[in-house]
């Protein structure tokens, strides 16, 4: 084929560096462009301002263009037969392909149907009959990326091609968008949703038309003067290596004119399959679809579907299923009518019949969960039915034993704790930064880790520290720098295990920007850094300036690097599924990424498996797994990023509405990040000039980030707390949930299903209250004023500390003379079992006794809801810090403590507090008694 001759027209900015969204910019473009091209026809036919109008559409247009050369539908080809209407001062003709494409767009129908673009009515039946007997619907469709330099007519002869190749029995059904040039290849990726698979061909240039500033970002950069000069038969490899960066679900082929076996000997792992120019065109459509098959297969579903279908006999222990005991009853048929006879098809206890078993899984289950392990970037992925509180157990257990040392981001969640209460370890809190302002914690500084493991260092004990465990992201929405964490805790412990609580994150692998700072993501990238030369070289220089100092501080000044010869990946990751992706609920998953899994985990990982995991496992939530993996895999990218988009439409929305402004503010990355963890100097993603593109800026850079999809707002001016805004406004009147609360703030998550009605509903909400608070405050007689304003500045002003983790009593430390911190929670915890080694004791009382520096033990978990994290864990001496912070809170819910009683804490003697020489020395009798630990 003929190359087209190569422009060297200078770049234009493409929209989407001004805007949220180019899906939002391209829907709205079309909504412009109907009622425009309605004008102008209009102006045309009885004799109105037809130049204004034509400037307008001509505008929209202008906007559209650029957007629509990354789409197949209407695509090239219709775009230009739209603008030879207009240039054509055809209006009436145009205004109706306007209307056409337009219609399709926004109902999808092109997906589903063949859309005509011809105007000409009988050629439009024409085209229509010779459609018929492609029938789209039930087959899905996706859009194939084609980057090669052809000419319009090049184009469409081989869209014909590839079009002549589909037959009935397809499953799936594609159509193509044809790219230029590299950079064009990387805006479609990013732009265009619909693309599953995309096909390189060779020898084409290196820059589009257009200028897309986020490109850069998510390229970490790359050096453009090095592309230049890079001889054009390399460029397809390096594409190929760049999209995957972006989106690693694609599928990617490379057609070349040189000799295939050559390419195909260099080529990196990211590509399918080469093939030699059009001699395989019909291998390439079959390679493409079956590629699509691979992700859109769900083994267990499937199996569990085909199981419901078969007759069986139910001579088992579980009466719901097949509906038996549900059809036979007189009593509970509206059970049926509500879920449907499928489900209860489905459940089923036997691990036969095509089905497997979730303990020792040799089928589909199996595959299943392989298949989740490439979606997320893992190793080893292993299904869990009771949620990531239950996930977390296994991982814990797994990798602990009694004794090991763990550094525990205090405020996670309580799964942990108890984690380690199970396990035995020695605990080693970390405290995360405080926002007293808003009552809520952030994350984990680096430097704090890093002090802890170079203090244990210090004390001899870094051979027993074993795991660092945060949370990523935080209930919150921080997240951390995943990377540096490991990369500069691996300098100090090369050895050590990360396990990244990251429940609420498992839609973030799915989309460039967030799966950047996940654990799956930076661990597949350390492994690939470690054995990179120029990484090596980079430690031996840094190892070489750095060398090996006394003083701790320039440690912790310093950003470390990892000795790639000692350093081993190690990392698990826990999702909770259901929380922010489909699956029912308790789907949760376990995520490995450790070099060190089979040789030191494989074993204590099956037996903490077994002593967790349920015999009867809920098949409808395997299933959901299953096919939730699917979904992400050939539309997580579109759900990711439209998720984002509606989350930065509320915060503009929020920001920039006169009545909102008054008494709400979502909280920006300035607000709940401190400035020492942003070395961007970023404030808020969003300002008017550089409106949204700032965000990958701080991405890039800032240790902490927080994620736009949770959205913190600050209800302080309004003068009601964070709890009563919740129960009385939110849900009892407009029936909105939600499932934080601070003192002052309200937590808004969007999710992969938020809708941009769902956001204009929520706008419509914080309206009608903005109102009814006018309403109030301008009714307030005098007295009531002045109460209002003491809530105003409770809630604004006068906020309680945030306390961090005082310390664990020397009689559970390890080791009475440790310099260091860990503590014995197993000990603290099973000592609590005697009644006579505890007594409880009131909130006076415990404030005199603690203002006289008694040490008392707290015997168990207290835990305020909200905020939600231990305030007080077994073993753990009451500071007067936490005592201050617990009259402060006006939390409903206190876990762990009893107003009637107060306190559960341990008796002197208990813990040898009257001698405090003896701390190994209580009443012998009674530590007897407690259980050995
Ligand atoms: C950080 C974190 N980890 C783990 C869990 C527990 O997850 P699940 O509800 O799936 O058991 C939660 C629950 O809210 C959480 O916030």
Known sequence: ?????????????????????????????????????????????????????RARVAETLDLLEPIESYWA????????????????????????????????????????????????????????????????????YFELLIVDDLSAQDEETLRKRLRSMRRDEDKFIYEIVVVPSFQDALIAVLFNFNLQACVIRYGFPLKSRYRLDILHQLLENYEEEGLESLPESERGCLLGTKIAQLRPELDLYMVTDVSAEDIAGKLCENFHRVFYREEDDRELHFSILQAIEERYQTPFFTALRVYSQQPTGVFHALPISRGKSILQSHWIQDMIQFYGLGVFLAETSATSGGLDSLLEPIGPIKVAQELAARAFGAKRTFWVTNGTSTANKIVVQALIQPGDIVLLDRNCHKSHHYGMVLSGANVVYLDAYPLNEYSMYGAVPIRAIKQRLLELRRAGKLDRVKLVLLTNCTFDGIVYDVERVMEECLAIKPDLIFLWDEAWFAFAGFHPTYRRRTGMGTAARLRERFRDPDFRRRHAEFKEQFGNPEDDRLWLDTRLVPDPERARVRVYVTHSTHKTLTALRQGSMIHVYDQDFKQKVEEAFHEAYMTHTSTSPNYQILASLDVGRR?????????????????????????????????????????????????SGIEAYFNSEQRWARMEECWHSDEFVVDPTRLTLYIGPTGIDGDTFKHDYLMEKYGIQINKTSRNTVLFMTNIGTTRSSVAYLIEILVKIAQELDVRNEDMSPPEMRLHQIKVESLTKRLPALPDFSHFHRFFRCGTDSTTPEGDMRKAYF?????????????????????????????MFVIPYPPGFPILVPGQVISKEILAFIEALDTREIHGYRPELGFRVFTDEAIGAVEPDSAGGAPAARIAAAPAV
């Open 1 to 53: 084929m003929k190359r087209k001759q190569r422009s060297v027209e200078p770049q234009r900015e493409i929209a989407i560096n001004l805007y949220r969204s180019v899906w939002e910019v391209r829907n709205d473009g079309w909504i412009h462009l109907s009622d425009n091209a309605n004008q102008l026809a209009d102006a045309a036919s009885e004799g109105g301002d037809v130049e204004l109008a």
């Open 73 to 140: 539908f209407p695509g090239r080809h219709g775009f230009l037969r739209l603008l030879a209407l207009f240039q054509d001062r055809e209006y009436a003709d145009f205004n109706d392909l306007v209307h056409r494409i337009s219609r399709a767009l926004s109902s999808q129908s092109y997906r589903k149907s063949f859309v005509s673009l011809h105007l000409d009515e009988e050629a439009a039946v024409e085209e229509e009959e010779r459609r018929e007997t492609e029938v789209r619907v039930d087959r899905p």
């Open 631 to 679: 979904q992400v895999e050939l539309e997580g990218y579109e759900l990711v990023q439209k998720q984002v988009d509606h989350a930065m439409a509320l915060r503009e929305r929020i920001a920039t509405h006169a009545l909102l402004k008054k008494y709400f503010r979502f909280l920006a990355t300035g607000d709940l990040i401190p400035k020492e963890y942003r070395p």
């Open 831 to 859: 000592m609590s079992y005697d009644e006579t080694l505890c007594r409880y004791i009131t909130m006076p009382e415990l404030q005199r006794q603690v203002a006289a520096k008694r040490e008392i033990v707290s015997t």
